[in-house]
């Protein structure tokens, strides 16, 4: 089907049903149930999901495959936010000329970044990357004011021309980013008993985009190209030896995977049209580096069930405060209430970095490969118990 053996047929079919049904499978818990808290099924944190799995994808292909560690991709992340905002002020509102834009101009500046980067290897080609992410952040946030608006941010205004689009809806405010008229914040809440389920436009044609993206990395892990970057990861001086010049190949890696941080951009700016300076930073080039890690590099899915569990822990346990833990323990005894409460505060709330730093260790330690890893273990031992106890029925049973 499309293309794909039966394994990433069926992979691609597990991506899309997790994306269709988000909204239900992230939101187990009635909204009015202490519970509730831990719900994801709301729309500006499912864009994020699919957002940043593109963001997490397009680096797996450099990062997975080549072995080329880039701490400079969030530049392109922030190249293609820019790029958008801009289609938005100067064209329309249509999401898709501006993430057509932000692909077009984060792949020439990847081309630029990645001919001058790759003429290094190893840790002197992640140091490159990360001195021009800083230089973009620098330019973007103050040297380049003309095009991002320094530190306030570019965002649109009724002045904008919009050449062809409305420069100011009806009342007198400013346009919503949309589809061929489809809006993409607008958002449908379907009531079921004490679950509340939120089918939101904006994200579903951001999930749509993942599926694509998904799709085309399955195609590129599995294509000649994809097998010469695995060459390259492996041994990539031997591979110069016979004579081959694997320069185009790394390179129209990093061209790639710039477009895919440029995408992801754009759909950011499309869900909300504003582009600041702090996406270009290099925490956010370091943020897609866990996400990778975690999820497990080189591996299809990894880098998005990585991006899932990181924004989960970003916009669920950081909401967790001393309120809401004192609302959990309130049924114990006042002296037990707090003490349990002062322990967990340093884990939740502001300091949700240091539960996700526990837990990155630990999956580092004991699952080098990620969460893909994980699951793999799991499926191998539940296969070993269901062949074990078939071995024993098989025993039991009295030949004929």
């Known amino acids: 089907m499309l293309g794909l053996n039966k394994k990433d047929a069926t992979l691609l079919g597990v991506v899309a049903v997790l994306v269709i049904f988000a909204p239900f499978i992230l939101n187990p818990f009635p909204a009015d149930s202490a519970m509730a808290q831990f719900n994801a099924g709301y729309p500006d944190l499912m864009q994020r999901f699919v957002i940043f799995g593109i963001f997490a994808v397009g680096f797996n292909l450099l990062f997975g495959l080549t072995g080329y560690l880039s701490f400079g991709h969030a530049a392109f992340l922030g190249v293609g936010s820019y790029s958008a905002v801009w289609m938005f002020k100067l ?120 599926l694509v993206a998904f799709y085309i990395s399955i195609r590129i892990f599995r294509s000649p190209f994809g097998m010469m970057l695995r060459a390259v990861k492996s041994n990539q001086q031997r591979m110069n030896y016979t004579g081959l010049n694997t320069k185009p190949y790394t390179l129209a890696a990093f061209v790639i995977s710039g477009m895919y941080a440029g995408l992801a951009g754009g759909l950011m700016a499309s869900m909300d049209p504003l582009a600041g300076a702090e996406r270009m930073q290099w925490t956010a080039s370091g943020e897609v580096v866990l996400m990778t890690i975690l999820g497990g590099a080189g591996t299809l899915i990894g880098p998005v069930l990585g991006a899932g569990f990181i924004k989960y822990f970003e916009n669920i346990f950081s909401k967790i405060n001393e309120a809401v833990l004192h609302s959990w323990f309130h049924a114990l005894p006042d002296g037990l209430e707090n003490a349990i409460v002062w322990v967990f505060e340093h884990f939740v709330g502001s300091g949700w970095h240091l539960t996700l730093g526990l837990l990155f260790m630990l999956v580092v330690t004991f699952l080098p490969g990620g969460l893909v890893e994980g699951g793999q273990r799991l499926g191998r031992l539940f296969g070993r118990k269901k062949d074990a106890e078939e071995k024993t029925a098989t025993q039991s049973t009295p030949a004929e």
């Not at 057509?100 to 140091?127: K, P």
């Not at 230089?135 to 004011?145: E, N």
């Not at 009724?158 to 050449?163: A, F, G, T, V, W």
């Not at 379907?190 to 939101?200: D, R, T, V």
């Open 91 to 210: 064209l329309s509102m249509n999401v898709i000329p501006a993430i057509l834009l932000s692909m077009v101009i984060a792949g020439l500046f990847a081309l630029l970044i990645g001919f001058i980067s790759l003429r290094r290897t190893g840790i002197y080609f992640s140091i490159l990357t990360l001195a021009f992410a800083e230089m973009s952040f620098r330019l973007a946030y103050s040297v380049l004011t003309p095009i991002t608006n320094g530190e306030t941010g570019l965002q649109l205004t009724l002045e904008d021309p919009r050449i062809l689009g409305q420069t100011a809806t009806e009342s007198g405010g400013i346009p919503v980013t949309n589809l061929f008229g489809l809006e993409m914040r607008s958002t449908e809440v379907l009531n079921l008993g004490g679950w509340s389920f939120q089918f939101n436009n904006g994200y579903y044609m951001a999930g749509a985009l993942l």
